[in-house]
Protein backbone atom coordinates (compact mmCIF):
# COMPACT_ATOMS: atom_id res chain seq x y z
CA UNK A 1 0.00 0.00 0.00
CA UNK A 2 2.55 2.69 -1.13
CA UNK A 3 4.18 3.12 2.26
CA UNK A 4 1.17 3.94 4.30
CA UNK A 5 0.09 2.20 7.29
CA UNK A 6 -3.03 2.41 8.69
CA UNK A 7 -4.17 1.35 12.29
CA UNK A 8 -5.85 -0.06 14.45
CA UNK A 9 -6.72 -2.28 11.24
CA UNK A 10 -9.82 -3.27 13.68
CA UNK A 11 -11.57 -1.83 16.47
CA UNK A 12 -14.61 -2.08 18.30
CA UNK A 13 -15.98 0.46 20.57
CA UNK A 14 -18.90 1.58 22.52
CA UNK A 15 -20.81 4.71 21.89
CA UNK A 16 -19.72 7.35 23.51
CA UNK A 17 -16.25 6.63 23.52
CA UNK A 18 -13.38 8.31 22.08
CA UNK A 19 -11.73 6.84 19.13
CA UNK A 20 -8.35 7.66 17.33
CA UNK A 21 -7.33 6.36 14.01
CA UNK A 22 -3.60 6.22 12.67
CA UNK A 23 -2.29 6.73 9.18
CA UNK A 24 1.55 6.83 8.56
CA UNK A 25 3.53 7.67 5.52
CA UNK A 26 6.92 6.87 4.72
CA UNK A 27 7.37 8.99 1.22
CA UNK A 28 6.84 12.68 2.64
CA UNK A 29 3.85 13.51 1.09
CA UNK A 30 2.15 17.49 1.75
CA UNK A 31 -1.29 15.61 1.26
CA UNK A 32 -3.40 13.24 3.13
CA UNK A 33 -6.89 12.86 3.73
CA UNK A 34 -9.77 10.75 5.29
CA UNK A 35 -12.09 8.65 3.67
CA UNK A 36 -14.91 6.60 4.54
CA UNK A 37 -16.76 3.96 3.00
CA UNK A 38 -20.60 2.92 3.26
CA UNK A 39 -22.31 0.89 0.58
CA UNK A 40 -24.34 2.58 -1.73
CA UNK A 41 -22.38 6.20 -1.00
CA UNK A 42 -18.83 5.22 -2.03
CA UNK A 43 -16.00 6.75 -0.29
CA UNK A 44 -16.41 9.92 1.39
CA UNK A 45 -14.13 12.54 2.26
CA UNK A 46 -13.97 13.27 5.98
CA UNK A 47 -10.84 15.73 6.62
CA UNK A 48 -8.00 16.38 4.56
CA UNK A 49 -4.33 17.91 5.21
CA UNK A 50 -1.96 19.63 2.81
CA UNK A 51 0.80 20.21 5.06
CA UNK A 52 2.20 20.15 8.52
CA UNK A 53 -0.81 22.06 11.38
CA UNK A 54 -2.91 22.40 7.67
CA UNK A 55 -6.04 21.00 7.54
CA UNK A 56 -9.65 21.59 5.55
CA UNK A 57 -13.38 19.79 5.99
CA UNK A 58 -14.25 17.16 3.61
CA UNK A 59 -18.28 16.54 2.68
CA UNK A 60 -18.92 14.48 6.16
CA UNK A 61 -16.49 16.46 8.76
CA UNK A 62 -19.36 16.63 11.41
CA UNK A 63 -18.42 14.60 14.50
CA UNK A 64 -14.61 14.31 12.92
CA UNK A 65 -11.52 15.88 13.95
CA UNK A 66 -7.91 15.88 12.51
CA UNK A 67 -4.62 16.84 13.87
CA UNK A 68 -1.09 16.76 11.90
CA UNK A 69 1.74 17.76 13.47
CA UNK A 70 4.55 15.84 11.57
CA UNK A 71 4.31 15.76 7.75
CA UNK A 72 4.18 11.17 8.53
CA UNK A 73 1.41 11.41 11.19
CA UNK A 74 -2.26 12.08 10.33
CA UNK A 75 -4.72 11.25 13.08
CA UNK A 76 -8.55 10.92 12.85
CA UNK A 77 -10.00 11.37 16.00
CA UNK A 78 -13.68 10.92 16.93
CA UNK A 79 -14.51 12.36 20.09
CA UNK A 80 -17.64 10.65 20.83
CA UNK A 81 -18.57 7.52 18.88
CA UNK A 82 -22.35 7.09 17.53
CA UNK A 83 -23.43 4.23 15.47
CA UNK A 84 -23.62 5.91 12.28
CA UNK A 85 -19.94 6.43 12.55
CA UNK A 86 -19.64 2.20 12.33
CA UNK A 87 -17.68 2.34 8.94
CA UNK A 88 -14.23 1.63 6.94
CA UNK A 89 -11.85 4.50 7.25
CA UNK A 90 -8.90 4.92 4.01
CA UNK A 91 -6.01 7.15 4.58
CA UNK A 92 -4.69 8.37 1.25
CA UNK A 93 -1.79 10.46 -0.26
CA UNK A 94 -1.68 11.97 -3.11
CA UNK A 95 1.51 12.57 -5.95
CA UNK A 96 1.52 14.41 -8.88
CA UNK A 97 1.71 11.75 -11.63
CA UNK A 98 0.79 11.50 -15.33
CA UNK A 99 -0.80 15.06 -15.09
CA UNK A 100 -2.85 14.90 -12.25
CA UNK A 101 -3.03 14.39 -8.50
CA UNK A 102 -3.61 10.67 -7.93
CA UNK A 103 -4.38 8.92 -4.65
CA UNK A 104 -3.07 6.28 -3.34
CA UNK A 105 -5.31 4.45 -0.16
CA UNK A 106 -3.91 2.18 2.93
CA UNK A 107 -5.37 -0.94 3.71
CA UNK A 108 -8.39 0.57 5.55
CA UNK A 109 -9.63 0.47 9.45
CA UNK A 110 -12.99 -1.06 10.37
CA UNK A 111 -14.46 0.57 13.01
CA UNK A 112 -17.52 -1.03 14.84
CA UNK A 113 -19.69 1.08 17.21
CA UNK A 114 -21.83 -1.03 19.27
CA UNK B 1 -26.24 16.05 -2.73
CA UNK B 2 -24.40 13.47 -4.60
CA UNK B 3 -22.40 14.93 -7.02
CA UNK B 4 -21.02 11.73 -9.00
CA UNK B 5 -23.85 8.70 -9.83
CA UNK B 6 -22.63 5.62 -10.48
CA UNK B 7 -24.91 2.72 -11.96
CA UNK B 8 -25.64 -0.12 -11.55
CA UNK B 9 -24.61 -1.04 -7.96
CA UNK B 10 -23.89 -4.51 -9.10
CA UNK B 11 -23.37 -6.66 -12.01
CA UNK B 12 -22.94 -9.88 -12.92
CA UNK B 13 -21.20 -11.08 -16.14
CA UNK B 14 -19.86 -14.17 -17.68
CA UNK B 15 -16.25 -14.49 -18.89
CA UNK B 16 -15.56 -13.23 -21.93
CA UNK B 17 -18.22 -10.90 -21.96
CA UNK B 18 -18.35 -7.11 -21.63
CA UNK B 19 -18.80 -5.03 -18.25
CA UNK B 20 -20.21 -1.55 -18.91
CA UNK B 21 -20.22 0.78 -15.58
CA UNK B 22 -21.61 4.57 -15.84
CA UNK B 23 -21.43 7.52 -14.08
CA UNK B 24 -22.76 11.08 -14.53
CA UNK B 25 -21.32 14.13 -12.52
CA UNK B 26 -23.09 17.76 -12.14
CA UNK B 27 -20.01 19.84 -11.54
CA UNK B 28 -19.09 21.42 -14.83
CA UNK B 29 -16.13 22.38 -13.06
CA UNK B 30 -14.45 18.79 -12.61
CA UNK B 31 -11.53 18.24 -14.83
CA UNK B 32 -10.27 14.72 -13.65
CA UNK B 33 -12.24 11.65 -13.91
CA UNK B 34 -10.66 8.58 -12.72
CA UNK B 35 -12.28 4.85 -11.77
CA UNK B 36 -10.68 3.04 -8.81
CA UNK B 37 -10.42 -0.96 -8.56
CA UNK B 38 -11.00 -2.22 -5.02
CA UNK B 39 -10.53 -5.85 -4.02
CA UNK B 40 -11.85 -6.99 -0.46
CA UNK B 41 -10.28 -6.09 2.45
CA UNK B 42 -7.87 -3.54 0.20
CA UNK B 43 -7.61 -0.04 -0.25
CA UNK B 44 -8.97 1.12 -3.95
CA UNK B 45 -6.11 1.62 -6.35
CA UNK B 46 -5.86 3.92 -9.48
CA UNK B 47 -7.48 1.99 -12.43
CA UNK B 48 -7.39 4.24 -15.48
CA UNK B 49 -8.37 8.09 -15.85
CA UNK B 50 -8.86 10.58 -18.27
CA UNK B 51 -9.71 13.94 -18.91
CA UNK B 52 -12.40 15.58 -20.43
CA UNK B 53 -10.85 16.31 -23.85
CA UNK B 54 -10.64 12.96 -25.11
CA UNK B 55 -13.85 11.06 -25.52
CA UNK B 56 -12.17 7.84 -25.19
CA UNK B 57 -9.16 6.21 -23.04
CA UNK B 58 -7.97 2.38 -23.68
CA UNK B 59 -5.59 0.86 -21.38
CA UNK B 60 -5.42 -2.70 -22.19
CA UNK B 61 -9.21 -4.58 -21.73
CA UNK B 62 -10.53 -1.25 -19.60
CA UNK B 63 -11.79 1.70 -22.16
CA UNK B 64 -13.05 4.94 -20.85
CA UNK B 65 -15.83 6.89 -22.46
CA UNK B 66 -16.47 10.23 -21.95
CA UNK B 67 -19.32 12.53 -22.78
CA UNK B 68 -18.91 16.19 -22.33
CA UNK B 69 -22.03 17.59 -23.19
CA UNK B 70 -23.86 14.64 -20.97
CA UNK B 71 -21.85 14.74 -18.61
CA UNK B 72 -21.20 11.09 -18.35
CA UNK B 73 -18.88 8.92 -18.43
CA UNK B 74 -18.25 4.93 -18.80
CA UNK B 75 -16.01 1.94 -17.80
CA UNK B 76 -16.00 -1.08 -20.10
CA UNK B 77 -14.68 -3.86 -19.36
CA UNK B 78 -13.52 -6.24 -22.13
CA UNK B 79 -13.29 -9.53 -22.16
CA UNK B 80 -14.08 -9.60 -18.27
CA UNK B 81 -12.08 -12.20 -16.40
CA UNK B 82 -12.78 -14.19 -13.17
CA UNK B 83 -10.05 -11.93 -11.63
CA UNK B 84 -11.64 -8.49 -12.42
CA UNK B 85 -14.14 -9.41 -9.80
CA UNK B 86 -13.93 -6.21 -7.71
CA UNK B 87 -15.64 -3.46 -6.62
CA UNK B 88 -15.09 -0.26 -9.33
CA UNK B 89 -15.22 3.39 -8.53
CA UNK B 90 -15.71 6.19 -10.59
CA UNK B 91 -14.66 9.70 -9.23
CA UNK B 92 -14.08 13.21 -10.12
CA UNK B 93 -11.82 15.65 -9.47
CA UNK B 94 -12.17 19.81 -8.85
CA UNK B 95 -9.87 21.73 -10.92
CA UNK B 96 -7.57 22.65 -8.21
CA UNK B 97 -6.61 18.79 -8.33
CA UNK B 98 -7.09 18.29 -4.18
CA UNK B 99 -9.95 16.34 -3.61
CA UNK B 100 -11.81 13.93 -5.31
CA UNK B 101 -15.37 13.05 -5.09
CA UNK B 102 -16.15 9.47 -5.59
CA UNK B 103 -19.56 7.38 -7.20
CA UNK B 104 -21.09 4.88 -4.92
CA UNK B 105 -19.75 2.27 -6.53
CA UNK B 106 -20.39 -0.58 -8.61
CA UNK B 107 -19.32 -4.66 -7.51
CA UNK B 108 -19.13 -6.80 -10.63
CA UNK B 109 -18.67 -10.58 -10.25
CA UNK B 110 -16.73 -12.55 -13.39
CA UNK B 111 -18.43 -15.96 -13.50
CA UNK B 112 -16.06 -18.69 -14.83
Known amino acids: DAGITQSPRHKVTETGTPVTLRCHQT?????MYWYRQDPGHGLRLIHY?????DTDKGEVSDGYSVSRSKTEDFLLTLESATSSQTSVYFC????WGSGANVLTFGAGSRLTVL | QQQVKQSPQSLIVQKGGISIINCAYENTAFDYFPWYQQFPGKGPALLIA?????SEKKEGRFTISFNKSAKQFSLHIMDSQPGDSATYFC???????????FGGGTRVLVKP
Open chain 1, 27 to 31: ENHRY
Open chain 1, 92 to 95: AISF
Open chain 2, 50 to 54: IRPDV
Open chain 2, 91 to 101: AASDPAGNKLT
Open chain 1, 49 to 53: SYGVK
